[in-house]
């Protein structure tokens, strides 16, 4: 445990000595808290129906498919807990040591751990919205408390079923999120690469413009990406290095 320590120090002496620290988190950061990753080994792309639940095709003919399968994994956001990465990312940005974190996952869990300036650029449940008429919103408590209902969130207007403002396959991603993201990366002098293996874009594409700006990378996941070789420290297990900076973070104070 010694050496894995003084790796961790080093970490954070990194996340301490650092202008503009940016997290960049995937699915492997939610898995912690129970959360199935969609491409992991028990990964939800693997059940048979599963990519049908974000087409848009398909949720525009039958979007109660959507809203029955990814109830448990979206809609019970009160069951779930913020696993310690989401805690310490919380931490850290409200010590001023991270500046923002851009994320893959669409659980709001980074929301529920604390995090202020969460970056979705894969869209979010936290909002719902008709695809007919312009204006329409619903919250995420709102629609979920629908949903546990028994029933689908409706527009108030034309009575559609709702969308949530998650990307579904067949649509662009957010565009607001996506430039956000490039800029913090672009000016960040370091980028925490978290529990994502950088193999879709546009997390795959983000730690670039952080490293062609001369910043470093330092990645967590417990595969292998095609980054590793230019990360400045890479570790393998998220717990791990997670409740190491946690204690580091405590006894800092
Ligand atoms: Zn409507």
């Given at each position: 445990m010694g050496a894995m320590n003084e790796e961790i120090e080093n970490l954070?002496?990194?996340i301490k000595k650092a202008r503009h620290c940016v997290a960049l988190t995937g699915a492997g950061v939610s898995t912690l808290s129970g959360i199935r990753d969609f491409r992991g080994k028990n990964g939800l792309y693997n059940d048979l129906d599963a990519e049908k639940i974000f087409d848009i095709d398909y949720f525009e003919e039958d979007p109660s498919?959507?809203?029955?399968?990814?109830?448990?994994?979206?809609?019970?956001?009160?069951?779930?807990?913020?696993?310690?990465?989401?805690?310490?990312?919380?931490?850290l940005e409200q010590r001023g040591?991270?500046?923002?974190?851009?994320?893959?996952?669409?659980?709001?869990?980074?929301?529920?751990?604390?995090?202020?300036?969460?970056?979705?650029?894969?869209?979010?449940?936290?909002?719902h919205y008709c695809l007919r008429c312009a204006?329409?919103?619903?919250?995420?408590?709102?629609?979920?408390?629908?949903?546990?209902?028994?029933?689908?969130p409706r527009c108030p207007r034309c009575n559609r079923v709702l969308k949530p403002a998650i990307t579904f396959f067949g649509e662009s991603l957010p565009a607001d999120a996506l430039r956000d993201a490039s800029d913090e990366a672009q000016n960040a002098d370091l980028m925490l690469v978290l529990?994502?293996?950088?193999?879709?874009?546009?997390?795959?594409?983000?730690p670039n413009y952080t490293l062609r700006n001369g910043g470093e990378v330092i990645i967590v996941n417990n595969m292998p990406t095609y980054l590793d070789s230019r990360a400045v420290?890479?570790?393998?297990?998220?717990?791990?290095?997670?409740e190491g900076l946690w204690d580091l973070l405590v006894d800092s104070e």
């Amino acid at each position: 445990m010694g050496a894995m320590n003084e790796e961790i120090e080093n970490l954070f002496g990194r996340i301490k000595k650092a202008r503009h620290c940016v997290a960049l988190t995937g699915a492997g950061v939610s898995t912690l808290s129970g959360i199935r990753d969609f491409r992991g080994k028990n990964g939800l792309y693997n059940d048979l129906d599963a990519e049908k639940i974000f087409d848009i095709d398909y949720f525009e003919e039958d979007p109660s498919f959507y809203y029955r399968a990814a109830r448990s994994f979206i809609y019970d956001l009160d069951e779930k807990e913020p696993s310690v990465v989401h805690l310490v990312l919380a931490a850290l940005e409200q010590r001023g040591l991270l500046k923002a974190l851009i994320t893959q996952n669409i659980d709001l869990l980074h929301q529920k751990g604390g995090s202020q300036r969460v970056i979705e650029v894969h869209g979010s449940p936290k909002v719902h919205y008709c695809l007919r008429c312009a204006g329409v919103r619903m919250g995420f408590d709102e629609a979920a408390a629908i949903v546990h209902s028994g029933a689908l969130p409706r527009c108030p207007r034309c009575n559609r079923v709702l969308k949530p403002a998650i990307t579904f396959f067949g649509e662009s991603l957010p565009a607001d999120a996506l430039r956000d993201a490039s800029d913090e990366a672009q000016n960040a002098d370091l980028m925490l690469v978290l529990g994502t293996s950088l193999t879709v874009n546009p997390a795959a594409s983000i730690p670039n413009y952080t490293l062609r700006n001369g910043g470093e990378v330092i990645i967590v996941n417990n595969m292998p990406t095609y980054l590793d070789s230019r990360a400045v420290q890479h570790f393998d297990d998220l717990g791990d290095v997670f409740e190491g900076l946690w204690d580091l973070l405590v006894d800092s104070e």
